[in-house]
């Protein structure tokens, strides 16, 4: 675990003493967008035009913002177009780390061994944390975005033209855009990012304020989904694939490792339900590896764990039936 100053590598853990044991989060630096045309996107240059072949994705399968870009590129259709190189689980003194001889966690495309490289070949001055997932484009040699928010709403509508992607599929629909907004803006702040507030604590009353915070969205969760299929109401959005990527975690990890212990998620009738529906998605369960999540959460954070042991537990079953289908 570290971070790039000025293009070198320091092994360094998160500071929150500055923060009172507060956890914050960094803002991604990279915050470009490919677009249809190559015409500029919300934010950054332009000249980033959806083409096949052009980006490659750079995830962990333990991430769960990776995730997120993972299960987009799953359900768009996006696999011929967009090729994914996978870091190894243990994210240690080099951060994270490819391994040349594992054909599961090489860097397909410049062979390097560590993610920092990738960031100081598009920034050979880069000073900041070298997080994934990352969008890289080959034809500039550059990242485009380190940003997971960013990159779903790109994979959402940028490729459709291109063959074989389900341009049907719409998860960030114009009409429901500032209700996603909302339900994201509280599942960030509270679950997503909430989970991570009570983990990296270092004092008692920051990690108690996110618990709680956490539990009351939980609890706020299971009544809204006990009416409706899905967050937005009847049809998915991308508010549930970020909710599903800390979801799917929760019992594995966050709730023992990062003590967010009230209860689990297999504990909520309802939402314990509306996890089984979206992970029986047709497409989902391969993008999930629950293996390398603990792998991951419990070696690689050792301030937290120093043993660095993994749980053999718990027992999960995301496959049996879910009668969510009953709903709106
Ligand atoms: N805002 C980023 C956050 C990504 C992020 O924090 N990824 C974690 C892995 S789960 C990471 O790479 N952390 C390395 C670090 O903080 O040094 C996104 O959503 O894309």
Redesign the pocket.
């Known amino acids: 675990?570290?971070?790039l100053v000025d293009g070198q590598w320091h092994d360094k853990w998160?500071d929150t003493d500055k923060t009172g044991g507060k956890f914050e989060?960094?803002?991604?630096r990279f915050r470009n967008w490919v677009t249809r045309d190559g015409a500029a996107g919300p934010a950054g240059l332009g000249d980033f035009k959806a083409e096949s072949g052009r980006y490659h994705l750079y995830v962990?399968m333990?991430?769960?913002?990776?995730h997120?870009t993972l299960i987009f590129r799953k359900l768009k259709g996006l696999e011929s177009h967009v090729a994914v190189s996978v870091v190894h689980p243990h994210?240690l003194e080099n951060?994270?780390e490819f391994r040349p001889n594992d054909p599961l966690h090489e860097d397909l495309l410049h062979g390097f061994s560590y993610m920092h490289q990738v960031y100081t070949r598009a920034a050979p001055g880069y000073s900041g944390?070298?997080?994934?997932?990352v969008l890289w484009d080959k034809e500039k040699q550059t990242i485009v975005s380190?940003?997971?928010?960013d990159?779903i709403r790109m994979f959402n509508e940028a490729f459709d033209d291109l063959d074989g992607v389900n341009a049907d599929l719409d998860l960030y629909p114009e009409t429901l855009r500032a209700e996603i907004n909302e339900v994201n803006d509280r599942v960030y702040n509270t679950v997503n990012n909430g989970v991570y507030k009570a983990g990296f604590a270092t004092a008692q009353d920051k990690y108690s304020e996110a618990y709680d915070a956490l539990f009351e969205t939980l609890d706020w969760l299971e009544s809204r989904l006990s009416v409706q299929r899905y967050l937005l109401g009847g049809q998915q959005t991308e508010a549930d694939w970020r909710l599903f990527t800390t979801l799917i975690r929760f019992d594995a990890v966050y709730f023992g490792h990062f003590k967010c212990n009230r209860q689990r998620i297999s504990d909520y009738p309802v939402l314990s339900a509306y996890l089984r529906d979206l992970y029986q998605v047709p497409g989902v369960q391969e993008t999930v590896d629950i293996e390398q999540i603990k792998e991951h959460y419990y070696v690689s954070q050792r301030t937290i764990n120093p043993t660095q042991i993994v749980p053999d537990g718990p027992a999960l079953d995301f496959a049996s039936p879910h009668r969510r289908d009953q709903l709106s």
Do not use: D, H, K, Q
Not at 25 to 28: K, Q, V
């Open positions: 675990m570290g971070l998160y989060r960094e803002a991604a962990s333990a991430c769960p913002w990776a997120r994210m951060g994270w944390r070298v997080t994934v997932p380190n940003e997971s928010a990159i």
